[in-house]
C-alpha cells in the first residue's frame, strides 16, 4: 500500500521557553499532515497551542528535529530563503490578527500578494471579502473594526495566495456563532475543493465538529 505524501511533516519538534524557570512549551511531537486534511487543535490555555502552530509555520524555531514541508526540509535553511517558502506556501492566522495598522483591510489582504511581486486578483478578493462577511471593512483600518472583523481579515490574508498549508490561531475566537459557522464552512470548502491542509487551534466545540482530526495537547503532550 502507498501512504499518500504528507504536505507537512514534524519529526521531533519541540520548544523550550528558557528562563530561570524554564518552560518546556511543546515536549518532542512527531506529526504528518496530508492534503485536504482539517486538523483541529485543542487544550486548555497555555498547554502549547500557539507554540505547536507557530513551529509548524515557520515562524518560531523548533529546538530539536525536522520541519519538512512539500518533501522538503526547511530547518536549516536561511531565514530569507524560509521566509519565502512560508509567503508561497503557508497562510498563517494569528491568535492576536497581527495586521499592519498602516494598511486598509484590502491592503493587509493583498499584502502577500505584493510582496511577492504578483498581481492582485480583484474580483477573487473582493469574493472572499463577501464570503466572510467584510466587505464593508475594505477601505478602513484595523483600528476602524471590531475584533471579529479584524479577525477575518487575518484569515482572508491567510486564504488569499491559496496556500497549500493554513494554520490557523483560533480564527473564530472573537465570532458569534453564525459567523463561525461561516468561517468553519469556508475552511471545510478549501479542504473539500482546494486540497488545502488546515490546521486549526480552536475552543469552540462546533468548530472542531468541521474537522477530520483532532489533536489534543495537555503540557505540551499532543495525543490524537
Ligand atoms: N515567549 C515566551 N516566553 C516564555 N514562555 C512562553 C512564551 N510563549 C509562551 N510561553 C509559555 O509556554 C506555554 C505554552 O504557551 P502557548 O502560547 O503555546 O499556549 P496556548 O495553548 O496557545 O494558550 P492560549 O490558549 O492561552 O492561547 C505557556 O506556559 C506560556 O506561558
Ligand atoms: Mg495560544
Known amino acids: 500500500m502507498t501512504e499518500i505524501r504528507a504536505v507537512l511533516e514534524a519529526k521531533e519538534i519541540s520548544r523550550t521557553y528558557p528562563g530561570e524557570n524554564p518552560v518546556h512549551a511543546l515536549k518532542p511531537t512527531s506529526l504528518r499532515f496530508q492534503p485536504g486534511e482539517f486538523t483541529a487543535v485543542i487544550g486548555r490555555s497555555g498547554s502549547g497551542k500557539s507554540t505547536l502552530l507557530r513551529i509548524l509555520g515557520t515562524l518560531d524555531k523548533s529546538d530539536t528535529g525536522e520541519l519538512i514541508i512539500d518533501g522538503r526540509r526547511v530547518s536549516g535553511l536561511p531565514e530569507g530563503e524560509i521566509a519565502r517558502f512560508r509567503r ?37 478578493t473582493a469574493k472572499l471579502f ?24 487575518s484569515l482572508a490574508r491567510a486564504l488569499i495566495t491559496e496556500p497549500a498549508v493554513v494554520l490557523a490561531d483560533e480564527p473564530t475566537g472573537n465570532l458569534d456563532a453564525e459567523n463561525s459557522g461561516r468561517v468553519a464552512e469556508l475552511l471545510r470548502f478549501a479542504c473539500d475543493e482546494y486540497r488545502q491542509t488546515i490546521v486549526m487551534v480552536t475552543h469552540d466545540a462546533a468548530m472542531a465538529d468541521y474537522a477530520d482530526r483532532i489533536l489534543r495537547i495537555r503540557d505540551g503532550v499532543v495525543s490524537e
Do not use: M
Open 88 to 124: 508561497r506556501r503557508i497562510g498563517f492566522v494569528h491568535q492576536d490578527y497581527n495586521l499592519f495598522p498602516e494598511y486598509t483591510a484590502w491592503e493587509n489582504v493583498i499584502l502577500p500578494i505584493r510582496l511577492d511581486g504578483a498581481a492582485e486578483d480583484r474580483e477573487k
Open 130 to 153: 463577501e464570503a466572510l462577511g467584510i466587505a464593508h471593512c475594505r477601505d478602513r483600518f484595523p483600528h476602524e473594526l471590531s475584533g471579529g472583523e479584524q479577525q477575518r481579515v
